[in-house]
Each structure stands twice: as C-alpha cells, then as structure tokens.
C-alpha cells in the first residue's frame, strides 16, 4: 500500500505579495517626504557679508512703522519715495531690513514694490 502525501511543499515562490508591499511602502514613502510646511525656522540670521553698495534703506520697525533711509513713510507712499530716490541709478538697491516680529507680508510687500520697478532688494540680517 502506497500513501501518498497530500502536504507537498511548492518550490514556487509567489512576487504578488512582495509587489503589494514594495508598492505600498512606495507610495508611503512619497506621500510623506514632500512635506516643506513643517518646518520651523527662525529668521533672520545669516553668515556672510553683502559685497554690493547700499543705495536705499527701507527698515520695517514691529510696530509696523516704515522708514527710508531715517524718514518715517506712511505704506501708501513708500513706492513714490523709492522712485524718487532711486531715479538715475544704474543698479538700484534696496536694502531691507525687517525687525523679527513683523508679519511676512509686510516684507513681501516692500519685495513686491521693488519687483515691478526692477530694483535689486536684499534681506539684511544679523550675523550668526
């Protein structure tokens, strides 16, 4: 009498799962490395030294108040004061210099006024 066995031990081995999981890992990996908004930095301090000459300073004080130069400007006139200073220049900068505590937009606002009038900004910050 022959017995056969019923529990015979494939040679095969089946990738279907492996893939899955590669796959899954994959697309967890790239869901959760793009992510830029989570981080914390502290502004502004900075190494090294600006080579190029200061032509306007425009400093943006935490109560919000703006100056050109050492002349308090109310925000509505600050892009006419520029113009003015810088006219004839042939590489207009601006310096600007904004204490820690003021809002971001206040900032983006002065680099948006020096984009449309084609004037080179820079972002002064204490060194390190």
Avoid: H
């Avoid at 425009?58 to 892009?79: G, T």
């Avoid at 820690?100 to 084609?118: C, F, L, S, W, Y």
């Amino acid at each position: 009498m022959r017995l056969k066995g019923r529990n015979k031990v494939s040679p095969e081995f089946s990738m279907s799962s492996m893939t899955d999981i590669v796959f899954l890992l994959l697309v967890f990996f790239m869901l959760t490395s793009n992510s830029p908004n989570a981080l914390d930095l502290l502004l502004p301090k900075a190494k090294g030294k600006s080579t190029n000459t200061q032509n306007v300073a425009v400093s943006i004080k935490k109560n919000l108040e703006i100056y050109i130069d050492a002349d308090r400007v109310r925000a509505s006139q600050v892009e006419s004061k520029l113009q003015a200073k810088l006219k004839g220049q042939t590489e207009p900068t601006i310096i600007l210099r904004a204490e820690e505590g003021v809002p971001i937009e206040k900032a983006v606002n002065i680099m948006d006024i020096a984009n449309r009038n084609k004037y080179k900004i820079i972002l002064a910050v204490r060194p390190q």
